[in-house]
């Protein structure tokens, strides 16, 4: 039963901005969850962009560092991440995933994590 919906990509001009919105359902009332972006260009390894643990503490891929931020509407069971300043190689599929437990692995592994997203295309155009 448990759902995780992604949205907001789109096709934006280099120095653009996009919002992407992850909803989760389904899990048990209190479930505390590990979340994450991913990202995925055609014929690549998919890759961390940003992470957020159970305390709200974030990390961030060295080359989104500074431009994209992730946050967290614990209300909504929402995740977010801002994206400023857009570049050509910022183009990719974006995934959410979440998982309950981190398994004893760095939340920038995509083992740690169940459950994903259908993914939202970002485009990023000069």
């Known amino acids: 039963h448990e759902r995780v919906v992604e949205s907001g990509g789109g096709s934006v001009q280099v120095g653009g901005s996009l919002r992407l919105s992850c909803v989760v359902s389904?899990?048990?009332?209190?479930?505390?969850?590990?979340m994450a972006w991913f990202r995925q260009a055609p014929g690549k390894e998919r890759e961390d962009v940003a992470t957020i643990d159970n305390a709200g503490a974030t990390t961030y891929r060295d080359s989104v560092k500074g431009r994209f931020t992730i946050a967290k509407d614990n209300a909504k069971n929402t995740l977010y991440l801002q994206m400023n300043s857009l570049k050509p190689e910022d183009t990719a599929t974006y995934y959410c995933?979440?998982?309950?437990?981190?398994?004893?692995?760095?939340?920038?592994?995509?083992?740690?994590?169940?459950?994903w997203g259908q993914g939202t295309q970002v485009t990023v155009s000069s």
């Open positions: 389904g899990f048990t009332a209190g479930t505390t969850l590990y």
């Open positions: 995933a979440a998982d309950p437990r981190r398994w004893g692995l760095p939340l920038t592994s995509v083992y740690v994590y169940n459950y």
